[in-house]
Nanobody
Framework: QVQLVESGGGLVQAGGSLRLSCAAS????????MAWFRQAPGKEREFVAT??YYAESVRGRFTISRDSAKNTVYLQMNSLKPEDTAVYYC????????????WGQGTQVTVSS
């Protein structure tokens, strides 16, 4: 099972940008589908993005990318809004799986108004 470690969170003003990273262990990184999720205080965890689909709330502002040589997936977040404040998690699964197999520990993103 792949191990995931997120980094890059922090405090940013509205309109600013952050890039999150998710480093994966193991030599089978290329076989996994990767995604980002987030969980705001008092709310359920919600889907953010995979390489082929973005949640409507982030579409056009966030971009997911992947560096297979570094076993790392990124989430570039631009034009951040206070409502983007959440703990961001990366997740991995095999193509065709219905459940996400592995989760990182999360990284906090706080957007001030």
């Amino acid at each position: 099972q792949v191990q995931l470690v997120e980094s890059g969170g922090g405090l940013v003003q509205a309109g600013g940008s952050l890039r999150l990273s998710c480093a994966a262990s193991g030599r089978t990184f290329s076989t996994y589908v990767m995604a980002w999720f987030r969980q705001a205080p008092g709310k359920e965890r919600e889907f953010v993005a995979t390489s082929t689909y973005y949640a409507e709330s982030v579409r056009g502002r966030f971009t997911i990318s992947r560096d297979s040589a570094k076993n790392t997936v990124y989430l570039q977040m631009n034009s951040l809004k206070p409502e983007d404040t959440a703990v961001y998690y990366c997740a991995a699964k095999y193509l065709g799986d219905t459940m996400w197999r592995s989760w990182g520990q999360g990284t906090q993103v706080t957007v001030s108004s």
